[in-house]
């Protein structure tokens, strides 16, 4: 809106629109003026966000569809999924490209930077978790067995429940663990907050244990 009316006003001074006339009155200018917005704002999202731009439909079209709602559903799901697991590396890069981190003053070669250090235990439990739904998904597939292997595949599907139940739970406790921090600039309170779900993990009377 600010942009289409900053534009209404340059071509009012340079005699190319005249006095109470609007960018918008030209439909086929206002079509792709929208639509060159709603690009630009897809390329500068998807360099921040992993997605394109929210709302674009009302932006390309001046109404909200119930398409464009989906796509913001679907791009909103995305960038949570992105942004916590998969963001580290990422911004590593901007660190790295825009000079906020130097390799030349850092220890990085030293240091093992991006090496996991967490426990093996704490690795596993997403795999453990996957490879549990994994077997539930297939056994819904599965109830024309004979009566001779329906017991041993009840009892698997039975610890695979408890497996979901038990490592979804760790994960949804201690979630710090497993968001993709970066490796070269990690915020202080980003260290705090995973180290404060490490100790917890280790003051577990049973997990503590293992580990």
């Given at each position: 809106m600010l942009g289409r009316w900053t534009l209404t006003r340059m071509l009012t001074d340079l005699g190319l629109l005249r006095q109470g006339e609007t960018a918008q009155d030209d439909a086929a200018f206002e079509h792709l003026f929208r639509n060159v917005w709603a690009d630009n704002a897809d390329v500068v999202s998807k360099s921040y966000s992993g997605t394109g731009a929210l709302k674009t439909d009302?932006?390309?079209?001046?109404?909200?569809?119930?398409?464009?709602?989906?796509?913001d559903l679907n791009s909103s799901v995305t960038r949570y999924m992105k942004n916590n697991f998969a963001d580290g590396p990422r911004q590593d890069a901007f660190d790295l490209f825009l000079g906020t981190y130097l390799p030349s003053t850092s220890s990085i070669g030293s240091t093992l930077q991006f090496v996991d250090r967490r426990p093996l235990l704490v690795q596993s439990i997403p795999y453990i978790l996957t490879a549990s739904?994994?077997?539930?998904?297939?056994?819904?597939?599965?109830?024309?067995?004979?009566?001779?292997?329906?017991?041993?595949?009840?009892?698997l599907i039975m610890l695979c429940l408890v497996a979901t139940a038990w490592s979804g739970r760790f994960v949804w406790a201690h979630g710090t663990l497993y968001v993709n921090w970066p490796k070269l600039n990690t915020p202080p309170w980003a260290t705090?907050?995973?180290?404060?779900?490490?100790?917890?993990v280790h003051k577990d009377p049973v997990l503590g244990s293992i580990i």
């Open positions: 009302f932006t390309r079209t001046g109404n909200r569809t119930r398409a464009g709602a989906m796509q739904m994994f077997f539930i998904f297939i056994s819904l597939f599965t109830r024309r067995l004979p009566d001779a292997t329906i017991w041993p595949l009840r009892i705090e907050s995973y180290q404060e779900a490490l100790d917890r």
